[in-house]
């Protein structure tokens, strides 16, 4: 019994991170990449004023 229960860690183990590896790399936001790039934008026109001007 206890060679079976030595055997189902890494079962366990490999579940579990399965399912992390599935719950990490799911898509969060559709729309979101859009916002970050338009946001981008918006910083480097800052920059880009902030260096012209000295």
Same mark, same amino acid.
């Given at each position: 019994? #206890? #060679? !079976?229960? &030595? =055997? !189902?860690?890494?079962?366990? $183990? $490999?579940?579990?991170? $399965? !399912? &992390?590896?599935? &719950? #990490?790399g799911?898509?969060?936001?559709? $729309?979101?990449?859009? +916002?970050? =790039? *338009?946001?981008? #934008?918006?910083?480097?026109?800052?920059?880009?004023? *902030? +260096?012209?001007? *000295?």
């Amino acid at each position: 019994m #206890a #060679a !079976l229960m &030595w =055997l !189902l860690i890494p079962v366990v $183990a $490999a579940v579990g991170a $399965a !399912l &992390w590896g599935t &719950w #990490a790399g799911r898509r969060r936001h559709k $729309a979101g990449d859009v +916002n970050e =790039l *338009s946001g981008y #934008a918006r910083f480097r026109e800052v920059m880009d004023k *902030s +260096n012209s001007g *000295s």
